[in-house]
Protein backbone atom coordinates (compact mmCIF):
# COMPACT_ATOMS: atom_id res chain seq x y z
CA UNK A 1 0.00 0.00 0.00
CA UNK A 2 0.71 3.49 -1.37
CA UNK A 3 0.28 6.87 0.96
CA UNK A 4 0.37 10.08 -0.58
CA UNK A 5 -0.12 12.70 2.02
CA UNK A 6 -0.14 16.50 0.76
CA UNK A 7 0.52 19.57 2.72
CA UNK A 8 1.13 23.63 2.81
CA UNK A 9 -2.06 24.53 0.84
CA UNK A 10 -4.38 27.42 2.01
CA UNK A 11 -5.72 31.16 1.35
CA UNK A 12 -3.11 33.58 0.02
CA UNK A 13 -3.71 37.37 -1.46
CA UNK A 14 -3.19 37.32 -4.79
CA UNK A 15 0.85 37.95 -5.91
CA UNK A 16 1.56 35.64 -2.94
CA UNK A 17 3.54 32.83 -2.36
CA UNK A 18 2.58 28.69 -1.09
CA UNK A 19 4.83 25.75 -0.97
CA UNK A 20 3.43 22.26 -1.44
CA UNK A 21 4.91 19.20 -0.02
CA UNK A 22 3.60 15.85 -0.65
CA UNK A 23 5.40 12.96 0.95
CA UNK A 24 5.24 9.29 0.33
CA UNK A 25 5.32 6.91 2.54
CA UNK A 26 4.52 2.35 2.29
CA UNK A 27 5.76 0.19 0.10
CA UNK A 28 7.40 3.17 -2.64
CA UNK A 29 9.47 1.82 -5.59
CA UNK A 30 13.06 1.96 -5.66
CA UNK A 31 12.51 5.02 -8.42
CA UNK A 32 9.43 6.76 -10.02
CA UNK A 33 8.26 10.27 -11.49
CA UNK A 34 5.84 12.82 -9.67
CA UNK A 35 3.48 14.94 -10.90
CA UNK A 36 0.94 17.67 -9.22
CA UNK A 37 -2.67 18.16 -11.14
CA UNK A 38 -5.40 20.79 -9.94
CA UNK A 39 -9.15 21.00 -10.05
CA UNK A 40 -10.98 23.51 -10.08
CA UNK A 41 -15.03 23.38 -9.13
CA UNK A 42 -17.20 22.50 -12.25
CA UNK A 43 -13.51 22.01 -14.19
CA UNK A 44 -11.65 18.78 -14.99
CA UNK A 45 -8.61 17.69 -13.11
CA UNK A 46 -5.35 19.48 -15.01
CA UNK A 47 -1.72 19.05 -15.05
CA UNK A 48 0.59 21.40 -13.57
CA UNK A 49 4.11 20.39 -13.03
CA UNK A 50 5.80 16.51 -12.93
CA UNK A 51 9.27 16.00 -12.55
CA UNK A 52 11.42 12.69 -13.21
CA UNK A 53 12.73 10.70 -10.40
CA UNK A 54 16.49 12.29 -11.35
CA UNK A 55 15.28 15.72 -10.82
CA UNK A 56 17.03 16.23 -14.52
CA UNK A 57 13.35 16.65 -16.50
CA UNK A 58 10.83 19.19 -15.35
CA UNK A 59 7.29 19.95 -16.89
CA UNK A 60 4.99 22.35 -16.50
CA UNK A 61 1.76 23.83 -18.01
CA UNK A 62 1.69 26.64 -19.61
CA UNK A 63 -0.62 28.33 -17.25
CA UNK A 64 1.91 27.94 -14.76
CA UNK A 65 5.62 28.34 -16.33
CA UNK A 66 7.65 30.53 -14.64
CA UNK A 67 5.71 31.21 -11.47
CA UNK A 68 5.76 27.49 -10.16
CA UNK A 69 8.50 25.00 -9.44
CA UNK A 70 8.73 21.47 -8.84
CA UNK A 71 11.51 19.58 -7.09
CA UNK A 72 12.62 16.84 -4.97
CA UNK A 73 13.87 14.81 -2.04
CA UNK A 74 14.54 11.74 -3.11
CA UNK A 75 15.97 10.70 0.49
CA UNK A 76 12.74 12.11 2.24
CA UNK A 77 10.60 10.51 -0.79
CA UNK A 78 9.09 14.04 -1.00
CA UNK A 79 8.26 16.41 -3.73
CA UNK A 80 7.76 19.89 -3.56
CA UNK A 81 5.36 22.95 -5.48
CA UNK A 82 6.76 26.42 -5.14
CA UNK A 83 3.94 28.56 -6.05
CA UNK A 84 4.71 32.33 -6.69
CA UNK A 85 2.98 35.51 -8.11
CA UNK A 86 -0.49 33.12 -7.45
CA UNK A 87 -3.56 34.51 -9.42
CA UNK A 88 -7.38 34.07 -8.52
CA UNK A 89 -7.48 31.47 -11.29
CA UNK A 90 -4.98 28.57 -9.68
CA UNK A 91 -7.53 27.96 -6.73
CA UNK A 92 -8.26 24.82 -6.84
CA UNK A 93 -7.62 21.81 -4.94
CA UNK A 94 -4.30 20.27 -6.05
CA UNK A 95 -3.40 17.03 -5.93
CA UNK A 96 0.01 15.07 -5.86
CA UNK A 97 0.67 11.29 -8.14
CA UNK A 98 3.29 9.35 -8.17
CA UNK A 99 3.78 6.89 -11.03
CA UNK A 100 5.76 4.07 -10.01
CA UNK A 101 6.15 2.21 -13.55
CA UNK A 102 8.71 4.98 -14.89
CA UNK A 103 11.17 7.14 -14.07
CA UNK A 104 10.37 9.67 -16.77
CA UNK A 105 7.80 12.44 -15.85
CA UNK A 106 4.13 12.44 -17.49
CA UNK A 107 1.78 15.00 -18.35
CA UNK A 108 -0.95 12.48 -18.34
CA UNK A 109 -2.89 11.86 -15.77
CA UNK A 110 -4.22 8.15 -17.01
CA UNK A 111 -0.35 7.54 -16.46
CA UNK A 112 -0.48 8.03 -12.74
CA UNK A 113 -0.92 5.31 -10.28
CA UNK A 114 -1.37 6.91 -7.07
CA UNK A 115 -3.07 9.72 -5.61
CA UNK A 116 -2.91 11.92 -2.60
CA UNK A 117 -6.11 13.22 -1.02
CA UNK A 118 -5.70 16.89 -2.21
CA UNK A 119 -4.88 20.36 -0.79
CA UNK A 120 -7.16 23.62 -1.17
CA UNK A 121 -5.24 26.29 -2.14
CA UNK A 122 -7.45 29.70 -2.63
CA UNK A 123 -6.32 32.76 -4.14
CA UNK A 124 -8.14 35.99 -3.19
CA UNK A 125 -8.24 38.81 -5.48
Known amino acids: QVQLVESGGGLVQAGGSLR ?69 EDTAVYYCAADFLTVVASTSKREYDYWGQGTQVTVSS
Do not use: H
Open 20 to 88: LSCAASGRTFSSYAMGWFRQAPGKEREFVAAISWSSGSTYYADSVKGRFAISRDNAKNTVYLQMNSLKP
